[in-house]
């Protein structure tokens, strides 16, 4: 067992009954995967929050925005032989492929970093055309004195990230999608490293390529370019999937450390680590052969989508890196994990800057 | 019929024969979709030259590049039951894709625009990481007095768009691939529209999503942004299955005028416009109900690849653009359409400007 993750006694965290719905008709199905930064002296989450209506023994249904904003129920007698519902996050009908649920992004504050009061109310909801699906699995990372929300933005038009940015919390400017079709888990550099801005993205292809963690780079944060391929599934291993960046590179004095996830052939989803050059960060330095985290807990194995640990969020102090993560696609948790002892396992010594 | 090209009488214009392999032991197979430019008083083709091992009774063969630049033979045995040979364009092995041709770019040139003369080497050839599958279909754009090259770079990493510009086709700067995985068909504009530079280009989605134009800003020409989906398929129709966009959009009276190619479930490639609003290329004014142009010359329904016109390079004169185009994915033709006409089938009025 190579899982080095101390995880919190009182997880989960966080559960679906923990948060109020958006508004009537629906229920909260899942939280999952949420952003995490300090602000005014509190540890905030930036959760997703999955809803759908609530399904009946005859019916199953799906929720979707309209471009202008209005919700609009999809509704399927269970038995009917075009429905495919083997996959609880998808249903499959006639060839297309809809989500089961629909996400929106939603504020908990915590004093301790382990209490988390959820508002009562979206802060984030998809907006126009391209986040008619639900927007997910947002990133948010300081980069002088601004926040900036890096999230998957779903709609028929298909899987882009999208960015929005923020100072207080209260008033948001919309960048619109910084990487087309198909991507999602952009995690950005926390600082601009040898002159531009950084971020980790992972493009997705089939035919010809496979779901690898790309690099960027940029001079304003919103237009990207020279796109390389950062890290490459490994097949037969834990990560011979997908992969995926998690939240902002931490900084250490051996490089920048940087937690993703892998997933192998079973949707089996655990975390790894890579270490990146302090000033070249399309150089990797070193892997993880093994995950530093994997679903273990019972939480972790059993749920809307078991065994799932995913992060895309911390917060470093000294040492310790407080993961807050998804478990099993429905509840939220947290564990530490100690800087030094992660690259420990990389073959490294160093430790946070 | 709603084709409205006039097609050269001498075509084809160029045929794999008429082009000398990179190297011995290579065959070139087909001649593919020119980016087309004017310099120094001549009409310049950047032709796509497919190669491979010649075949045998016995085996089929391909040919990649390694990363260093050296040429790389595959060979299989034809009564391989693990070999799929249905499509001429890829092997299918053991649940491998490799395509069955390299290619790389070669000009040729003209002054008459119809007789051309291929250079006996390679122009520009696959290099580095992201192109040892080849180079290929590179839109030519002049833009403030330098000529941009998008071109598809192809790889094991998945298909991107690379960019390398030149202002004397002798000296070529390389800016790294301008869109990750899985993009293709990028069209810049030839000059900055409400300030920003523009680019149509064709993320390819499977499971949500589809293959449409999209279309970013950028502030340099590098580092691209905002991306929207510009046009989508349209089930049913002659453009149902993928859509991309052609050479760079043509200044009308009446906004952008911009060809593409649509092509069916049945992989039918034909030509249709579209036209754009003039200070904000995001807002579709027009768009082809029918082709302007339909394999239905000899050579575009058979040959390597039957049943396809494709294009990505045109010159305008006055309310001609002449559009070279590769026909069966083997050989290079030629055919002028009138501006008006194009308008006209879109129900507008209006010119070159």
């Given at each position: 067992?190579?899982?080095?993750?101390?995880?919190?006694?009182?997880?989960?965290?966080?559960?679906?009954?923990?948060?109020?719905?958006?508004?009537?008709?629906?229920?909260?199905?899942?939280?999952?995967?949420?952003?995490?930064?300090?602000?005014?002296?509190?540890?905030?989450?930036?959760?997703?929050?999955?809803?759908?209506?609530?399904?009946?023994?005859?019916?199953?249904?799906?929720?979707?925005?309209?471009?202008?904003?209005?919700?609009?129920?999809?509704?399927?007698?269970?038995?009917?032989?075009?429905?495919?519902?083997?996959?609880?996050?998808?249903?499959?009908?006639?060839?297309?492929?809809?989500?089961?649920?629909?996400?929106?992004?939603?504020?908990?504050?915590?004093?301790?970093?382990?209490?988390?009061?959820?508002?009562?109310?979206?802060?984030?909801?998809?907006?126009?055309?391209?986040?008619?699906?639900?927007?997910?699995?947002?990133?948010?990372?300081?980069?002088?004195?601004?926040?900036?929300?890096?999230?998957?933005?779903?709609?028929?038009?298909?899987?882009?990230?999208?960015?929005?940015?923020?100072?207080?919390?209260?008033?948001?400017?919309?960048?619109?999608?910084?990487?087309?079709?198909?991507?999602?888990?952009?995690?950005?550099?926390?600082?601009?490293?040898?002159?531009?801005?950084?971020?980790?993205?992972?493009?997705?292809?089939?035919?010809?390529?496979?779901?690898?963690?790309?690099?960027?780079?940029?001079?304003?944060?919103?237009?990207?370019?020279?796109?390389?391929?950062?890290?490459?599934?490994?097949?037969?291993?834990?990560?011979?999937?997908?992969?995926?960046?998690?939240?902002?590179?931490?900084?250490?004095?051996?490089?920048w450390l940087e937690i993703y996830h892998g997933a192998d052939e079973n949707y089996r989803y655990c975390l790894g680590a890579v270490l990146l050059d302090a000033n070249d960060p399309t150089r990797v330095l070193a892997r993880?052969?093994?995950?530093?985290?994997?679903?273990?807990?019972?939480?972790?194995?059993?749920?809307?989508?078991?065994?799932?640990?995913?992060?895309?969020?911390?917060?470093?102090?000294?040492?310790?890196?407080?993961?807050?993560?998804?478990?099993?696609?429905?509840?939220?948790?947290?564990?530490?994990?100690?800087?030094?002892?992660?690259?420990?396992?990389?073959?490294?010594?160093?430790?946070?800057?």
């Amino acid at each position: 067992m190579s899982d080095i993750a101390r995880r919190f006694p009182t997880n989960p965290l966080l559960s679906p009954q923990d948060v109020r719905p958006s508004c009537e008709g629906l229920a909260v199905h899942c939280l999952l995967n949420p952003g995490v930064f300090r602000f005014r002296g509190k540890t905030w989450l930036l959760l997703r929050v999955a809803e759908a209506p609530p399904a009946t023994d005859e019916h199953v249904s799906t929720v979707i925005r309209t471009p202008e904003g209005d919700l609009e129920v999809l509704k399927y007698r269970r038995d009917d032989p075009d429905l495919d519902l083997s996959d609880p996050r998808v249903f499959r009908y006639r060839g297309e492929v809809l989500l089961t649920t629909l996400s929106h992004l939603r504020l908990a504050s915590s004093s301790d970093g382990v209490h988390f009061e959820p508002a009562t109310s979206p802060t984030l909801e998809g907006f126009g055309l391209y986040e008619t699906w639900g927007i997910e699995d947002c990133r948010v990372t300081e980069i002088e004195g601004r926040f900036y929300l890096t999230y998957t933005a779903v709609s028929p038009r298909g899987i882009a990230v999208g960015m929005t940015s923020t100072e207080d919390w209260q008033e948001f400017t919309r960048h619109g999608n910084i990487f087309p079709p198909c991507n999602k888990d952009c995690a950005l550099f926390p600082e601009r490293v040898s002159g531009a801005y950084w971020a980790l993205h992972r493009p997705a292809s089939t035919g010809i390529g496979s779901h690898d963690i790309w690099i960027a780079r940029s001079p304003d944060l919103i237009h990207w370019g020279r796109h390389e391929c950062l890290l490459r599934v490994r097949p037969g291993r834990w990560d011979s999937a997908r992969i995926g960046a998690g939240a902002s590179p931490i900084r250490t004095t051996a490089g920048w450390l940087e937690i993703y996830h892998g997933a192998d052939e079973n949707y089996r989803y655990c975390l790894g680590a890579v270490l990146l050059d302090a000033n070249d960060p399309t150089r990797v330095l070193a892997r993880s052969e093994e995950p530093i985290m994997e679903p273990i807990a019972p939480y972790e194995q059993k749920g809307f989508f078991g065994n799932v640990v995913f992060t895309n969020g911390h917060v470093v102090d000294g040492d310790t890196v407080t993961l807050y993560y998804g478990a099993s696609d429905c509840v939220i948790c947290g564990a530490t994990l100690s800087i030094r002892e992660i690259l420990g396992t990389l073959g490294v010594e160093g430790e946070a800057i």
